[in-house]
């Protein structure tokens, strides 16, 4: 391309008039290498059933786990719980019984919800998933029990008010007796996390305020979604319990590691605020992300989303934190420490030029393709194993949401509509591909390798 063609292009100059002006001037001939540059001169359009297509192949499954051996007794337990709420309504429920169609409407989905996940709870997925399925079934259950309770005037503020009580004091009791108690320092955090997450959890449920109760109590949606929450945090705690009691059982030789703890926070801490130092302002240009010249393609679109996800991360780590939260605290890091990691790369990546754009549909076929090896690497990735399964998940789900939204496609379809989704599939890439890495790094700081 000659200098003025790409002085034109570089500041968005070249349209029909000045094309027919170049051409005038260094002919078409000279011009030919230069149209696949041109602004708009891409494709507008892609078939929107080839891009859906890509979506049938199938997803790699990645699940849910905590390394604790969780009994199949107790997710029973949470089962029959669920189960026996649902055994004391009449439901699912006719106009006759509830002549409200909103509400009947409403509590019906519910009651449906609560159904499925208790069938969930018997057979689908890991132990863990199983629970948090029968859990889910609980709360559901719950939630229109109460409803029907309100509507039948058989429930009472006063009843809320005392469970509420009751609950917060099961809350503080578990509190008060847990410790930071492990003997592998990883497994711990990862395990102490989660109980830090029913504990946190358990203590919003409950923390509605006395003018909601007397709101609710003549609204019986309001008045469930009150008794839905109660019997959250009654579900959070239990499991907290019985995540700490079989973890406790488990350990050859039990000692108190709060101090590595606060040191590996300390230690992921530092590493977070150097490496964020480093990044970019926030812009609504992200072709300005790099040191090249390119157009807004789905490299560049997930660029701008790493840079997002990454500066908010890092901007949101107080140093002013509750002491209570050490685990979850250093497992957030290693979250933040994905995206820099993968922004790093995948900036890198474009500067050396790989655009990572959308001109066909196979090319969204290649980026999900990338998306599904990134994952399934780091699946059977064989160190740090433990790091890498609390990592993994939340990063690998992303798949199954976007492929949700590019099986719709149908007919022509605009290519930054196409673009968007595909960039979804590269950020998927790269966060699964730093995974690995940043697992190593997180396990190292929580084992106090190299520790002075």
């Not at 001939?29 to 041109?38: E, V, W």
């Not at 003018?211 to 019997?231: C, K, R």
């Not at 959070?236 to 040191?263: G, P």
């Not at 995948?346 to 500067?351: F, G, K």
Request: glycine content about 6%; proline content about 3%; overall charge negative.
């Amino acid at each position: 391309m000659t200098r003025t063609a790409e002085h034109s292009r570089r500041n968005g100059q070249i349209d029909r008039r000045g094309f027919l002006a170049l051409a005038g001037a260094v002919g078409l001939t000279s011009l030919s290498g230069c149209l696949d540059q041109l602004p708009g001169s891409g494709p507008e359009m892609l078939d929107g059933d080839a891009v859906a297509e890509i979506t049938t192949d199938e997803a790699p499954a990645i699940s849910e786990t905590l390394p604790v051996d969780i009994e199949a007794s107790f997710v029973a337990e949470q089962r029959e719980v669920a189960q026996a709420k649902l055994d004391s309504i009449p439901g699912p429920f006719d106009e006759t019984q509830i002549p409200n169609g909103v509400i009947r409407e409403r509590v019906n989905g519910e009651y449906e919800a609560a159904r499925e996940a208790i069938r969930e709870s018997a057979d689908a997925g890991t132990t863990y998933e199983r629970l948090e399925r029968a859990t889910r079934g609980r709360t559901s259950a719950r939630e229109v029990q109460a409803a029907w309770e309100t509507i039948e005037e058989e429930a009472t503020v006063e009843g809320l008010r005392e469970s509420q009580a009751a609950v917060g004091d099961d809350v503080d009791a578990f509190a008060s007796r847990w410790e930071y108690v492990g003997d592998d320092p990883v497994r711990a955090a990862i395990v102490h996390a989660e109980i830090e997450r029913e504990i946190r959890g358990a203590r919003n449920w409950l923390s509605f305020r006395a003018h909601e109760l007397e709101y609710a109590a003549e609204q019986p949606l309001d008045f469930a979604d009150i008794a839905a929450d109660i019997e959250r945090a009654r579900s959070s705690i239990a499991v907290a319990s019985h995540y700490l009691d079989q973890f406790r059982r488990s350990l050859d030789t039990e000692r108190n590691i709060r101090e590595r703890f606060v040191t590996a926070r300390e230690t992921l801490d530092d590493r977070v605020r150097t490496r964020g130092e480093s990044l970019p302002e926030a812009t609504d240009d992200p072709t300005s992300l790099v040191d090249r010249d390119i157009d807004r393609t789905a490299g560049v679109i997930a660029l701008s989303d790493l840079l997002r996800n990454a500066r908010w991360r890092v901007t949101d780590r107080s140093s002013d934190r509750d002491s209570r939260s050490l685990a979850s605290d250093a497992l957030a890091a290693s979250g933040t420490l994905v995206y820099l990691r993968a922004f790093e790369t995948l900036r890198e990546r474009i500067e050396e030029g790989n655009d990572v754009a959308v001109d066909e549909a196979d090319d969204v076929g290649k980026l999900r393709a990338d998306a599904v090896e990134a994952i399934s690497s780091a699946r059977g990735a064989d160190q740090n194993r433990l790091v890498v399964d609390a990592l993994l998940p939340r990063f690998a789900r992303e798949l199954r949401w976007i492929d949700d939204r590019v099986s719709g496609y149908e007919d022509d379809t605009r290519v930054a509509f196409v673009e968007r989704e595909a960039a979804g599939y590269v950020v998927i890439t790269e966060t699964c591909r730093a995974v690995p890495s940043v697992s190593g790094d997180v396990a190292a700081a929580l084992r106090g390798d190299g520790d002075a």
